[in-house]
Nanobody
Framework: VQLQASGGGLVQAGDSLRLSCSAS????????MGWFRQAPGKEREFVAA????????YYTDSVKGRFTISRDNAKNSVFLQMNSLKPEDTAVYYC?????????????????WGQGTLVTVSS
């Protein structure tokens, strides 16, 4: 499975951005797509994920109420709408996918990673 992420950029605090990720290649009946992020000097951090086909969703606490993950089944795509962005959201955001129906927050559980898209939030 190949992942292509896009949508990052430079914004001011309080602004919004929408990240997109499309998956190509072999398809599966049950899998998880989501987002991790890595800020400079920090470890990769789980952000949000959504399951196929059930649509189960999980967010890390720091983005709840500000970020929304959604999907387009027909296009095998996942989106991350990020509102009320804060400087601490600055990071490279990675799209991930794993087989199965369980959302994990450990990066080691995800074998497929996209190339990353940089989000910079200025204060």
């Amino acid at each position: 499975v190949q992942l292509q992420a896009s949508g990052g950029g430079l914004v001011q605090a309080g602004d919004s951005l929408r990240l997109s990720c499309s998956a190509s290649g072999r398809t599966y009946s049950s899998y998880v797509m989501g987002w991790f992020r890595q800020a400079p000097g920090k470890e990769r951090e789980f952000v949000a994920a959504i399951t196929w086909p059930d649509g189960g969703i999980y967010y890390t606490d720091s983005v709840k109420g500000r970020f929304t993950i959604s999907r387009d089944n027909a296009k095998n795509s996942v989106f991350l709408q990020m509102n009320s962005l804060k400087p601490e959201d600055t990071a490279v955001y990675y799209c991930v996918v794993r087989l199965g129906a369980t959302i994990y927050v450990r990066s080691e559980e995800y074998g497929n990673w996209g190339q990353g898209t940089l989000v910079t939030v200025s204060s």
